[in-house]
């Protein structure tokens, strides 16, 4: 159920990046096509710095998931299997604390930021919706930790396995 349940969250999050990953190509196409007949695309980089966001954050539990981020574990292949699986454990736990925090800190800022209404400068959007969307993108990673966590503890296989879980 917890693998279903990640998954689904997964697939919205990850096909709102793609959505949002599209419109920044579109969004730096039209740009450069316009800039060559003089008429620049106003608050392309305010567009871009928040869709830019909003795809980072919310392909960050999909790369998790998949085991797509950068692992350097030379050193930790070569211990004996517990010694591994506590380091895995240990560092779930780390990660966990690590991501809720940010995402604590991203929704507070989001509440700062829907309170004093600030916008940006150029296009004059608000700011707190990219913030929260942020909040969400690590509260989800959060959940990937911790469910990666539950899973080395009970020696069951990760999500990117080639043994998928069920």
Known sequence: MLYKLTLHINRVLILTAGIFLVAMVVLTCANIFLRMVWIPVRGTFELMGFFGAVVTSFALGYTQLHRGHIAVDILVRKFPRGISKILTAVNNCICILFFALLSWQLAEKG??????????????????????????????LTFVFLADLIRSLSDAPFFGDKGKAS
């Open 111 to 140: 509440n700062i930021l829907l309170h004093s209404g600030e916008v940006t400068e150029t296009l004059r959007i608000i700011y707190y919706p990219f913030t929260y969307g942020t909040a969400v993108g690590c509260a989800f």
